[in-house]
T-cell receptor
Framework: GAGVSQSPSNKVTEKGKDVELRCDPISGHTALYWYRQSLGQGLEFLIYFQGNSAPDKSGLPSDRFSAERTGGSVSTLTIQRTQQEDSAVYLC????????????FGEGSRLTVL | QKEVEQNSGPLSVPEGAIASLNCTYSDRVSQSFFWYRQYSGKSPELIMSIYSNGDKEDGRFTAQLNKASQYVSLLIRDSQPSDSATYLCAVNYNTNAGKSTFGDGTTLTVKP
């Protein structure tokens, strides 16, 4: 596609429910990244993928968070048993190759946990 | 100490002036440096990248890198109200090239 596509754009859920956030990167981009941005804050790194593998999972806040990427394309970020502190905008980005650092961001998925 | 530090602002400049945004980083093995612009309610957009010491110019934007002093700056000449946004500094480290570490951003307001 023309840009990074994320869905849903908005998600309101109740505490304790599981949520899945989806990211479809720019076609041909091998690297994919997940960041989280809380209101008025900077970007918090969560995880990145090179192809289908995730060399660095250190940014995931807890074992309630997991992510996968299949076919070197679409990625899913799953949050189990959501908590109110999980409320944030979850941003996905992709880059042509892993080392450029030149990230192209999607419009984000805004998660609100009630 | 945060890995990437920016003045949160807000920074306010009159239209037509030069806006100067600064960023310092803590790790000497840092390799690549980036400036992103984020409008309110929108996602970050890459505007500049710089990899070696010195200045890099692109239109009204100039990025400056000084690895010895561990700072990178962004100058915006002839500032326009449309430049009003939050500017995020990002750093890639040699040891984990897949991860960009972001500062918290500086909010710039350009007043007509």
């Amino acid at each position: 596609g023309a840009g990074v596509s994320q869905s849903p754009s908005n998600k309101v859920t109740e505490k304790g429910k599981d949520v899945e956030l989806r990211c479809d990167p720019i076609s041909g981009h091998t690297a994919l990244y997940w960041y989280r941005q809380s209101l008025g804050q900077g970007l918090e790194f969560l995880i990145y993928f090179q192809g289908n593998s995730a060399p660095d999972k250190s940014g995931l806040p807890s074992d309630r968070f997991s992510a996968e990427r299949t076919g070197g394309s679409v990625s899913t970020l799953t949050i189990q048993r959501t908590q109110q502190e999980d409320s944030a905008v979850y941003l996905c980005a992709s880059s042509l190759i892993i080392n450029t650092g030149e990230l192209f961001f999607g419009e984000g998925s805004r998660l609100t946990v009630l | 100490q945060k890995e990437v530090e920016q003045n949160s602002g807000p920074l306010s400049v009159p239209e037509g002036a030069i806006a100067s945004l600064n960023c310092t980083y803590s790790d000497r093995v840092s390799q690549s440096f980036f400036w992103y612009r984020q409008y309110s309610g929108k996602s970050p957009e890459l505007i500049m990248s710089i990899y070696s010491n010195g200045d890099k110019e692109d239109g009204r934007f100039t990025a400056q890198l000084n690895k010895a002093s561990q700072y990178v700056s962004l100058l915006i000449r002839d500032s326009q109200p449309s430049d009003s946004a939050t500017y995020l500094c990002a750093v890639n480290y040699n040891t984990n090239a897949g991860k960009s570490t972001f500062g918290d951003g500086t909010t710039l307001t350009v007043k007509p």
